[in-house]
């Protein structure tokens, strides 16, 4: 079974898969594991099989199936469990494949919705999944089958088990559209769901699905309203119960029928329904305001009361006189929403109050007025919260401005009590309240004059002051006696006591507040406030009282407080500035209806509404309400023609285009300029068709087109969508005039500037962007630039700052034209079209600035402008990347550094024929960039060069490039990268011209590489040098300083070039070299090798030829010659014992491959080096030469084996060890046997040697008597016949001054003296004989150096020892025999002297060394004759007594015993026949001394007892010594 799960095959095996599947499911003898394995099968089945063989039995597998889930559901084991997860599987899969079987019994979708409710955790979660696959089988359902699915979901929506309301508001969004209303029923219930998922699946059905990508764009049909609401009634009778009940007799204590979230997603869903399909907006539907109100319960939530409030609100916009029929009863219900908590629902509830006001009779009105005003008239805070005195506020003026409709028909008396307490609202010490009680007169100034009176000509001066001293008084002074100004403020005397003061039957205070100038006095007051929001109503009340009563008393005043702001850095207070100017100004695109009967809030976001066709049918409906009252045209005063406009109008209007555009925009201080370009664009948004307006639209223009280059980026931002708007307005000239300068705004030109006043804070720079000053704080104002220069003693800096901020005012300017030019590219369409070209190469570079403002307003563009860009970039590429290379070198590094990040882009993905001609300016310009002063210029370039390296190794690679054009990419690319990348002094050059190389070479071929082969391996052999740290140099030439070994160094240093890209790129250039190319290879690099600088450059010279002769072979043979040649010169130049080995290596490598001739010639050279006088590092490279011809040459070598190997001989035994050791491996290696080699060599060896003795060389001296002392040692029988002419030569050398090593020849003439003895004492003259080499050596002791004595006594003591035939006792004796005695007298001379004294003995010649003296008396002893034995015992016998004395050391007396023993035999022998009494007394004398010496007594005794036949005398003599008898 594991298998069939795994086959295709098998899936498709009908009928045998059923049969597969039934058996394991029901056979006779299966088991649990065998039905999960079944079922598992089953699921692949129905997911692989093919619908010709899977429908025909689909039928019968369901019913098994649906069988197996009912016999299998009282059991809960775990495999029962997994096996029904795999059959709810298996029957979704088979629902998604034939639909056909459950469409119509919708059975199975009971069961498995009913099923979520029971089955266990374990189970649900493969039930859920097949509950969801299952929606696809119902999907198009209708008739019986879709009621019965919508009666299931009704019933699943309401489960307690979250699976189940899952999955029955995701079947509604499957199964039914958009439309259906029971289906956006469920999704509502579903949005007030406690599970977030649920929630979320629900408010996604009650929205409009979005089209699929690429389908075409549908209008979403939403259910229409009145079906909506029945449904949802019917569903809910509570709500239906509501809708029935009398208007006189809500009941806000009922319960909420729905959860608040669902509740107030359906509201919001039953709106966008109303907004779609309400034909006739005068029409209400009573169950739907049901609905509405219901939801304004107490248990409501405060969103829900804010939307229910607000759809009503909607409704009653759409037909006021019938809601204000409908809800003129229900007046305090209104009112209780006056202090909701939320603010958006008291502003709501008091438009809808003002609206009922319709139907209301006067007296009622005025009644409900009262009240209002006795909410808040006393400004007692603790009487009455905030929420009710903010909600009567602006009750008040929603009623009192539609009383001064006409309808209601409320008294004057009335309507000025209720303007006179918004009046004294106004200096409430709560400054929230008093703003809304501003609001509050603005509703009502929107309506016409305030109902106050004029203050009198004479007293406008005196009211003010009274104004401002009650307000600082108190409630004291307010109540001050002084008589009203006219007959109507008398009439407010009466009504005070409704405003919270009392008893009280009259308020004298009336005569301060009671004038439409000390209201508008109060309302600007606020507009200084700290509390932005009080700032904003005062300033938007300001705005309607002057569109409701423009004349000069209002204007005025209000403009002036409204200027003022133009200090202030807030953005929405500029914003609502500037909408109030255009209240002020006239001509706004809204009513007064529309600001106080609807959700208006500003005119920004209505007009937007109203381009988003959602308030299109409100103000339709403003537009043709049929009342009593008075209604205005669709702009405020009827501001259509210029002629309506009052005086007073329009020199407001002159001063507000005045202020604005002559001094606002201009200002020398960033935020008056944005507060002034901010009220500019409002005025030509909000007001732009004005007759006042049109004829300014190029000044208009120009001002924008100034303030583009601001730092402030909100007023770039304004001016560029001040700039979109003119365009709009203007006339087909205008646009084109626009469009230029916008141009040439983008491309750089020079813009139209206009003089700005400086002053001493005008900001000149951003904060920071200039660091900071020297003494600390910012360089920004004109005033600390100024200050800098004049501290650093340079005025003229001042103008370089001012440069400077040219330049920032030029990339600002090219941000704000980007805005502008997103805008207006939309409209101009065709007109653009002349200018794409010279705009695309601007555009795309702008899109990389470094400036993030600029770079996001050039993306805006290009977006706005480009509908393909990457066919637009393909058809302008070569201007784009023209642009790009010029920018690359300009002067302004923001757009160097732009110009690489664009190229970095522009380049991807690019082909040999669209960069061929320009592949060279782009390396050229990269290059240059890398080396650029500005470090995120360089970071740039660094990418940039990432990318053009990847594209230039795509375009070198013929394997992916074709052939033809990889070389023609390799030629133009490799030359630049050796000429200005590799040889650059800049060090990130160099290494991206390497790098790049390196790459290059390895991807690309032989063919493509071969033709550059000589120029590219020079240059990577100069940058082995140039790309290594300089630091190793210096330390390279202080060594000594920091205890460095220098060869170690310079080995180190070797090393690490090898593993370098360099190394491997000439790795690759050996291998792709070929005889073509060597003949213009070899000629530079023997230049090189001669020439080279560095020891990178020089070692890798020598490795590169080596590579090239292992991998050419005999190809190199014509170029031998020049290498070997170039290679010796340099290396004999050379100081570096690295540098000469490598050479070396060199020319041992070639020399493989040369001929005869010159191998030679380099060994005849080599050999001179060696014999050149006084050169050490000729003698070493001697050596190097040899051992590296005989290493890698050993044919050629053989051939110069007897020129080199008795050199060689001599050469090993070369004072300095590393030459020695050179010329040691030399001989080593080309002999086998020394004793054959000497043999064989013996006739060359004797010249050099004897050359050598006769050297003026020391050195050469010294070696040479090495090697002849070698040569004895190790000569044979093939010394003896040039023993003559050797010793006669030795000899010669002897006398004369004396030299260090000098000891050598002594020890080489003891050396030929031993080895050949008997042809130095068969030599007759002029040859000298045995006696002149003594006689030689006695003349080198007398010598005073003490090592060369010495030396002397030990070759003396040889040479005796070799001619042992040959008495020379008599050449010797006196030297060697007063040694003894004078080492006696020296020991006993310098006992018991003070320091001073020894230090005069050590400059007094020494005594012979004691020790050697005895050994050489011994061999001179024992080749005596009898008769020198005779004549000298006496003298020997003293000696050696001496010599035992008890001050020396064991060492001289086990010397001198021996030499005792062969004293005394030489006497035994020389008195064969008796001894006399002389020589018997000897004897008797040197017994004490060696009787001391117990080892030596047996021996002693010996001696005597074999002397005893004759010895009586001697008997005779000791017994008289010794005075007893002695037995012999």
Same mark, same amino acid.
């Given at each position: 079974?594991?298998?069939?799960?795994?086959?295709?095959?098998?899936?498709?095996?009908?009928?045998?898969?059923?049969?597969?599947?039934?058996?394991?499911?029901?056979?006779?003898?299966?088991?649990?594991?065998?039905?999960?394995?079944?079922?598992?099968?089953?699921?692949?089945?129905?997911?692989?099989?093919?619908?010709?063989?899977?429908?025909?039995?689909?039928?019968?597998?369901?019913?098994?199936?649906?069988?197996?889930?009912?016999?299998?559901?009282?059991?809960?084991?775990?495999?029962?469990?997994?096996?029904?997860?795999?059959?709810?599987?298996?029957?979704?899969?088979?629902?998604?494949?034939?639909?056909?079987?459950?469409?119509?019994?919708?059975?199975?979708?009971?069961?498995?919705?009913?099923?979520?409710?029971?089955?266990?955790?374990?189970?649900?979660?493969?039930?859920?999944?097949?509950?969801?696959?299952?929606?696809?089988?119902?999907?198009?359902?209708?008739?019986?089958?879709?009621?019965?699915?919508?009666?299931?979901?009704?019933?699943?929506?309401?489960?307690?088990?979250?699976?189940?309301?899952?999955?029955?508001?995701?079947?509604?969004?499957?199964?039914?559209?958009?439309?259906?209303?029971?289906?956006?029923?469920?999704?509502?219930?579903?949005?007030?769901?406690?599970?977030?998922?649920?929630?979320?699946?629900?408010?996604?059905?009650?929205?409009?699905?979005?089209?699929?990508?690429?389908?075409?764009?549908?209008?979403?049909?939403?259910?229409?309203?009145?079906?909506?609401?029945?449904?949802?009634?019917?569903?809910?009778?509570?709500?239906?119960?509501?809708?029935?009940?009398?208007?006189?007799?809500?009941?806000?204590?009922?319960?909420?029928?729905?959860?608040?979230?669902?509740?107030?997603?359906?509201?919001?869903?039953?709106?966008?329904?109303?907004?779609?399909?309400?034909?006739?907006?005068?029409?209400?539907?009573?169950?739907?305001?049901?609905?509405?109100?219901?939801?304004?319960?107490?248990?409501?939530?405060?969103?829900?009361?804010?939307?229910?409030?607000?759809?009503?609100?909607?409704?009653?916009?759409?037909?006021?006189?019938?809601?204000?029929?409908?809800?003129?009863?229900?007046?305090?219900?209104?009112?209780?929403?006056?202090?909701?908590?939320?603010?958006?629902?008291?502003?709501?509830?008091?438009?809808?109050?003002?609206?009922?006001?319709?139907?209301?009779?006067?007296?009622?009105?005025?009644?409900?007025?009262?009240?209002?005003?006795?909410?808040?008239?006393?400004?007692?805070?603790?009487?009455?919260?905030?929420?009710?005195?903010?909600?009567?506020?602006?009750?008040?003026?929603?009623?009192?401005?539609?009383?001064?409709?006409?309808?209601?028909?409320?008294?004057?008396?009335?309507?000025?009590?209720?303007?006179?307490?918004?009046?004294?609202? !106004?200096?409430?010490?709560?400054?929230?309240? +008093? =703003?809304? &009680? %501003?609001?509050? #007169?603005?509703?009502?100034?929107?309506? /016409? $004059?305030?109902? !106050?009176?004029?203050?009198?000509?004479?007293? +406008? =001066?005196? &009211? %003010?002051?009274? #104004?401002?001293?009650?307000?600082?008084? /108190? $409630?004291?002074?307010?109540?001050?006696?002084?008589?009203?100004?006219?007959?109507?403020? %008398?009439?407010?005397?009466?009504?005070?006591?409704?405003? /919270?003061?009392?008893?009280?039957?009259?308020?004298?205070?009336?005569?301060?507040?009671?004038?439409?100038?000390?209201?508008?006095?109060?309302?600007?007051?606020?507009?200084?406030?700290?509390?932005?929001?009080?700032?904003?109503?005062?300033?938007?009340?300001?705005?309607?009282?002057?569109?409701?009563?423009?004349?000069?008393?209002?204007?005025?005043?209000?403009?002036?407080?409204?200027?003022?702001?133009?200090?202030?850095?807030?953005?929405?207070?500029?914003?609502?500035?500037?909408?109030?100017?255009?209240?002020?100004?006239?001509?706004?695109?809204?009513?007064?209806?529309?600001?106080?009967?609807?959700?208006?809030?500003?005119?920004?976001?209505?007009?937007?509404?109203?381009?988003?066709?959602?308030?299109?049918?409100?103000?339709?409906?403003?537009?043709?309400?049929?009342?009593?009252?008075?209604?205005?045209?669709?702009?405020?005063?009827?501001?259509?023609?210029?002629?309506?406009?009052?005086?007073?109008?329009?020199?407001?209007?002159?001063?507000?285009?005045?202020?604005?555009?002559?001094?606002?925009?201009?200002?020398?201080?960033?935020?008056?300029?944005?507060?002034?370009?901010?009220?500019?664009?409002?005025?030509?948004?909000?007001?732009?068709?004005?007759?006042?307006?049109?004829?300014?639209?190029?000044?208009?223009?120009?001002?924008?087109?100034?303030?583009?280059?601001?730092?402030?980026?909100?007023?770039?931002?304004?001016?560029?969508?001040?700039?979109?708007?003119?365009?709009?307005?203007?006339?087909?000239?205008?646009?084109?005039?626009?469009?230029?300068?916008?141009?040439?705004?983008?491309?750089?030109?020079?813009?139209?500037?206009?003089?700005?006043?400086?002053?001493?804070?005008?900001?000149?720079?951003?904060?920071?962007?200039?660091?900071?000053?020297?003494?600390?704080?910012?360089?920004?104002?004109?005033?600390?630039?100024?200050?800098?220069?004049?501290?650093?003693?340079?005025?003229?800096?001042?103008?370089?700052?001012?440069?400077?901020?040219?330049?920032?005012?030029?990339?600002?300017?090219?941000?704000?034209?980007?805005?502008?030019?997103?805008?207006?590219?939309?409209?101009?369409?065709?007109?653009?079209?002349?200018?794409?070209?010279?705009?695309?190469?601007?555009?795309?570079?702008?899109?990389?600035?470094?400036?993030?403002?600029?770079?996001?307003?050039?993306?805006?563009?290009?977006?706005?402008?480009?509908?393909?860009?990457?066919?637009?970039?393909?058809?302008?590429?070569?201007?784009?990347?023209?642009?790009?290379?010029?920018?690359?070198?300009?002067?302004?590094?923001?757009?160097?550094?732009?110009?690489?990040?664009?190229?970095?882009?522009?380049?991807?993905?690019?082909?040999?024929?669209?960069?061929?001609?320009?592949?060279?300016?782009?390396?050229?310009?990269?290059?240059?960039?890398?080396?650029?002063?500005?470090?995120?210029?360089?970071?740039?370039?660094?990418?940039?060069?990432?990318?053009?390296?990847?594209?230039?190794?795509?375009?070198?690679?013929?394997?992916?490039?074709?052939?033809?054009?990889?070389?023609?990419?390799?030629?133009?690319?490799?030359?630049?990268?050796?000429?200005?990348?590799?040889?650059?002094?800049?060090?990130?050059?160099?290494?991206?011209?390497?790098?790049?190389?390196?790459?290059?070479?390895?991807?690309?071929?032989?063919?493509?590489?071969?033709?550059?082969?000589?120029?590219?391996?020079?240059?990577?052999?100069?940058?082995?040098?140039?790309?290594?740290?300089?630091?190793?140099?210096?330390?390279?030439?202080?060594?000594?300083?920091?205890?460095?070994?220098?060869?170690?160094?310079?080995?180190?240093?070797?090393?690490?070039?090898?593993?370098?890209?360099?190394?491997?790129?000439?790795?690759?250039?050996?291998?792709?070299?070929?005889?073509?190319?060597?003949?213009?290879?070899?000629?530079?690099?023997?230049?090189?090798?001669?020439?080279?600088?560095?020891?990178?450059?020089?070692?890798?010279?020598?490795?590169?030829?080596?590579?090239?002769?292992?991998?050419?072979?005999?190809?190199?043979?014509?170029?031998?010659?020049?290498?070997?040649?170039?290679?010796?010169?340099?290396?004999?130049?050379?100081?570096?014992?690295?540098?000469?080995?490598?050479?070396?290596?060199?020319?041992?490598?070639?020399?493989?491959?040369?001929?005869?001739?010159?191998?030679?010639?380099?060994?005849?050279?080599?050999?001179?080096?060696?014999?050149?006088?006084?050169?050490?590092?000729?003698?070493?490279?001697?050596?190097?030469?040899?051992?590296?011809?005989?290493?890698?040459?050993?044919?050629?070598?053989?051939?110069?084996?007897?020129?080199?190997?008795?050199?060689?001989?001599?050469?090993?035994?070369?004072?300095?060890?590393?030459?020695?050791?050179?010329?040691?491996?030399?001989?080593?290696?080309?002999?086998?046997?020394?004793?054959?080699?000497?043999?064989?060599?013996?006739?060359?060896?004797?010249?050099?040697?004897?050359?050598?003795?006769?050297?003026?060389?020391?050195?050469?001296?010294?070696?040479?008597?090495?090697?002849?002392?070698?040569?004895?040692?190790?000569?044979?029988?093939?010394?003896?016949?040039?023993?003559?002419?050797?010793?006669?030569?030795?000899?010669?050398?002897?006398?004369?001054?004396?030299?260090?090593?000098?000891?050598?020849?002594?020890?080489?003439?003891?050396?030929?003296?031993?080895?050949?003895?008997?042809?130095?004492?068969?030599?007759?003259?002029?040859?000298?004989?045995?006696?002149?080499?003594?006689?030689?050596?006695?003349?080198?002791?007398?010598?005073?150096?003490?090592?060369?004595?010495?030396?002397?006594?030990?070759?003396?003591?040889?040479?005796?020892?070799?001619?042992?035939?040959?008495?020379?006792?008599?050449?010797?004796?006196?030297?060697?025999?007063?040694?003894?005695?004078?080492?006696?007298?020296?020991?006993?001379?310098?006992?018991?002297?003070?320091?001073?004294?020894?230090?005069?003995?050590?400059?007094?010649?020494?005594?012979?060394?004691?020790?050697?003296?005895?050994?050489?008396?011994?061999?001179?002893?024992?080749?005596?004759?009898?008769?020198?034995?005779?004549?000298?015992?006496?003298?020997?016998?003293?000696?050696?007594?001496?010599?035992?004395?008890?001050?020396?050391?064991?060492?001289?007396?086990?010397?001198?015993?021996?030499?005792?023993?062969?004293?005394?035999?030489?006497?035994?022998?020389?008195?064969?026949?008796?001894?006399?009494?002389?020589?018997?007394?000897?004897?008797?004398?040197?017994?004490?001394?060696?009787?001391?010496?117990?080892?030596?007594?047996?021996?002693?005794?010996?001696?005597?007892?074999?002397?005893?036949?004759?010895?009586?005398?001697?008997?005779?003599?000791?017994?008289?010594?010794?005075?007893?008898?002695?037995?012999?």
């Amino acid at each position: 079974m594991n298998l069939f799960t795994k086959s295709t095959a098998a899936a498709n095996c009908f009928p045998g898969t059923v049969q597969v599947i039934l058996s394991c499911v029901y056979g006779t003898t299966t088991t649990s594991r065998l039905k999960q394995q079944g079922m598992e099968f089953a699921v692949w089945v129905f997911k692989h099989a093919d619908d010709a063989q899977l429908q025909p039995h689909s039928s019968v597998i369901l019913q098994k199936l649906l069988q197996l889930l009912n016999e299998e559901g009282a059991s809960s084991d775990t495999p029962t469990l997994t096996l029904r997860g795999f059959t709810y599987q298996a029957v979704g899969q088979l629902a998604k494949r034939t639909p056909q079987l459950f469409q119509k019994d919708t059975d199975i979708a009971a069961q498995f919705f009913s099923a979520l409710s029971v089955e266990p955790p374990g189970v649900r979660a493969a039930l859920q999944e097949a509950v969801s696959t299952l929606a696809v089988a119902y999907k198009g359902c209708s008739g019986d089958a879709a009621a019965r699915i919508e009666q299931l979901l009704l019933g699943s929506i309401t489960s307690p088990q979250e699976a189940s309301r899952l999955c029955a508001v995701q079947w509604a969004n499957r199964l039914f559209p958009f439309q259906h209303v029971a289906a956006r029923y469920i999704c509502a219930l579903a949005a007030g769901d406690i599970k977030l998922e649920i929630r979320e699946e629900g408010q996604s059905g009650l929205k409009p699905p979005k089209p699929q990508p690429g389908a075409a764009q549908v209008k979403v049909t939403y259910p229409h309203l009145g079906a909506m609401v029945l449904y949802t009634q019917s569903r809910q009778p509570a709500l239906k119960q509501a809708a029935a009940t009398a208007r006189g007799s809500l009941d806000m204590g009922k319960p909420l029928p729905l959860q608040p979230k669902a509740y107030l997603a359906l509201i919001t869903f039953l709106r966008e329904c109303r907004k779609q399909h309400t034909k006739d907006p005068k029409s209400v539907s009573q169950d739907y305001l049901g609905i509405l109100e219901h939801a304004l319960v107490k248990d409501a939530t405060g969103e829900l009361h804010v939307t229910a409030i607000q759809a009503l609100l909607e409704v009653a916009s759409d037909s006021p006189e019938q809601c204000a029929g409908l809800y003129k009863g229900q007046l305090s219900w209104l009112r209780s929403f006056l202090s909701h908590t939320d603010a958006t629902a008291r502003d709501t509830a008091g438009k809808l109050c003002g609206i009922v006001m319709l139907a209301v009779k006067p007296e009622i009105a005025e009644a409900f007025l009262t009240e209002l005003i006795a909410g808040f008239g006393d400004h007692d805070i603790k009487k009455h919260k905030f929420e009710v005195q903010d909600g009567y506020l602006g009750g008040t003026g929603y009623v009192l401005a539609q009383a001064m409709t006409g309808q209601p028909v409320l008294s004057k008396e009335a309507q000025q009590q209720a303007a006179v307490a918004l009046c004294d609202a !106004l200096k409430h010490s709560q400054h929230a309240l +008093a =703003a809304t &009680a %501003a609001t509050a #007169l603005g509703c009502a100034g929107l309506r /016409g $004059p305030l109902p !106050l009176p004029d203050a009198p000509a004479p007293a +406008a =001066a005196s &009211a %003010a002051e009274k #104004l401002q001293s009650s307000s600082e008084a /108190g $409630p004291e002074a307010k109540r001050s006696n002084l008589p009203p100004p006219d007959p109507l403020s %008398a009439s407010l005397s009466s009504a005070s006591t409704v405003r /919270g003061t009392g008893a009280e039957s009259s308020s004298p205070a009336c005569d301060d507040i009671a004038s439409r100038q000390s209201a508008m006095q109060r309302v600007m007051a606020l507009t200084k406030d700290k509390d932005v929001k009080v700032v904003q109503k005062a300033a938007i009340a300001a705005g309607h009282c002057c569109a409701g009563h423009p004349v000069k008393a209002v204007l005025d005043p209000a403009l002036e407080a409204l200027f003022a702001l133009g200090f202030n850095k807030n953005e929405d207070v500029l914003f609502t500035v500037g909408e109030a100017l255009c209240f002020a100004f006239g001509g706004v695109p809204v009513s007064a209806d529309i600001v106080l009967r609807t959700s208006f809030n500003s005119i920004a976001t209505w007009l937007n509404s109203m381009e988003a066709g959602t308030t299109s049918e409100a103000v339709e409906g403003l537009q043709d309400m049929d009342t009593d009252c008075p209604v205005p045209s669709p702009h405020l005063n009827g501001h259509n023609e210029s002629s309506s406009d009052t005086a007073d109008q329009v020199a407001a209007q002159d001063q507000i285009i005045k202020k604005v555009m002559q001094e606002l925009v201009f200002h020398s201080r960033a935020e008056v300029r944005c507060a002034g370009c901010v009220w500019l664009l409002s005025l030509v948004s909000y007001t732009g068709k004005h007759p006042k307006l049109m004829p300014l639209l190029p000044d208009i223009q120009e001002a924008f087109s100034h303030l583009l280059g601001d730092q402030n980026e909100l007023t770039q931002e304004m001016a560029s969508r001040g700039m979109s708007v003119v365009y709009s307005l203007g006339d087909e000239s205008a646009q084109k005039q626009l469009l230029d300068g916008l141009m040439g705004v983008l491309q750089g030109g020079a813009r139209k500037r206009r003089a700005v006043k400086l002053t001493g804070e005008t900001q000149v720079f951003e904060e920071g962007s200039m660091g900071e000053a020297p003494g600390g704080g910012s360089l920004s104002t004109y005033k600390e630039l100024c200050a800098l220069a004049t501290d650093m003693g340079q005025p003229d800096l001042v103008y370089r700052f001012m440069d400077l901020a040219n330049h920032q005012a030029s990339i600002n300017s090219s941000r704000g034209a980007a805005f502008g030019f997103a805008s207006i590219a939309k409209l101009a369409g065709e007109q653009l079209g002349r200018y794409i070209a010279k705009l695309v190469p601007k555009l795309y570079r702008y899109q990389y600035d470094p400036n993030a403002r600029v770079r996001d307003s050039m993306s805006h563009i290009w977006r706005a402008l480009v509908a393909e860009p990457k066919k637009t970039v393909d058809e302008h590429f070569g201007a784009i990347l023209q642009e790009l290379l010029k920018e690359m070198g300009g002067r302004l590094w923001r757009n160097r550094e732009a110009s690489c990040n664009a190229l970095s882009d522009l380049l991807q993905g690019r082909r040999w024929p669209e960069l061929k001609e320009k592949l060279r300016d782009i390396w050229t310009m990269t290059l240059r960039a890398a080396d650029d002063i500005k470090e995120s210029v360089r970071g740039a370039a660094a990418i940039l060069g990432k990318t053009l390296r990847n594209l230039t190794l795509r375009l070198c690679d013929p394997q992916i490039t074709p052939t033809k054009e990889a070389q023609e990419a390799v030629g133009l690319a490799l030359p630049l990268l050796l000429e200005q990348g590799v040889t650059s002094q800049v060090a990130d050059v160099r290494a991206m011209g390497l790098d790049m190389i390196a790459k290059m070479v390895k991807a690309s071929g032989p063919a493509q590489i071969q033709p550059h082969l000589a120029d590219l391996s020079v240059t990577m052999l100069e940058s082995l040098s140039g790309m290594e740290d300089s630091r190793l140099n210096y330390l390279e030439q202080h060594v000594d300083r920091f205890g460095i070994d220098s060869d170690k160094l310079e080995n180190a240093r070797v090393n690490a070039s090898k593993v370098s890209p360099m190394n491997d790129t000439l790795d690759l250039c050996a291998r792709y070299a070929n005889g073509k190319t060597l003949d213009d290879m070899v000629p530079k690099l023997c230049a090189l090798v001669k020439r080279g600088i560095g020891l990178n450059t020089r070692t890798g010279c020598a490795r590169f030829i080596i590579s090239l002769t292992t991998r050419q072979g005999a190809d190199i043979k014509p170029h031998t010659a020049a290498f070997i040649k170039a290679l010796v010169t340099a290396a004999r130049a050379e100081k570096s014992s690295t540098v000469q080995r490598s050479y070396a290596q060199a020319a041992g490598s070639v020399a493989r491959y040369t001929s005869e001739a010159r191998v030679a010639k380099l060994v005849e050279e080599a050999v001179a080096m060696y014999t050149a006088p006084g050169d050490r590092e000729a003698r070493l490279l001697s050596g190097m030469l040899i051992k590296e011809l005989q290493k890698q040459a050993a044919e050629a070598f053989s051939g110069q084996a007897s020129q080199v190997l008795p050199l060689a001989f001599i050469a090993k035994s070369d004072e300095d060890s590393v030459i020695a050791a050179l010329w040691g491996e030399v001989w080593e290696e080309g002999t086998t046997s020394i004793s054959a080699a000497l043999r064989m060599y013996m006739a060359d060896l004797v010249p050099l040697i004897t050359a050598g003795l006769s050297s003026q060389q020391w050195g050469q001296k010294k070696a040479a008597a090495k090697a002849l002392a070698d040569l004895a040692e190790a000569g044979g029988d093939a010394l003896p016949p040039h023993t003559p002419a050797l010793m006669a030569t030795l000899l010669q050398e002897l006398p004369g001054r004396l030299w260090d090593g000098k000891e050598a020849m002594l020890s080489a003439v003891a050396a030929v003296s031993k080895a050949a003895p008997k042809a130095v004492m068969a030599s007759t003259q002029p040859t000298p004989s045995s006696k002149d080499v003594v006689d030689a050596l006695m003349a080198a002791l007398a010598r005073k150096k003490q090592t060369y004595r010495h030396a002397a006594l030990g070759a003396l003591q040889t040479v005796l020892e070799s001619f042992s035939s040959e008495d020379h006792f008599e050449s010797v004796a006196g030297p060697l025999l007063a040694t003894p005695l004078q080492h006696t007298q020296a020991a006993t001379s310098t006992s018991g002297q003070g320091p001073a004294e020894e230090e005069q003995d050590e400059d007094k010649e020494q005594p012979l060394p004691l020790l050697p003296t005895l050994k050489a008396l011994q061999a001179a002893w024992q080749a005596a004759s009898k008769q020198t034995a005779l004549k000298h015992a006496p003298s020997m016998a003293k000696a050696l007594q001496e010599s035992l004395q008890p001050g020396f050391s064991w060492q001289i007396h086990a010397a001198a015993l021996k030499t005792t023993q062969a004293f005394v035999a030489k006497l035994q022998e020389a008195a064969s026949a008796s001894v006399s009494q002389e020589q018997a007394a000897l004897f008797v004398d040197l017994v004490p001394g060696t009787l001391a010496h117990s080892s030596y007594t047996n021996e002693l005794q010996s001696w005597l007892h074999e002397m005893s036949g004759s010895c009586c005398p001697m008997h005779a003599h000791m017994h008289m010594h010794s005075g007893e008898p002695t037995e012999c």
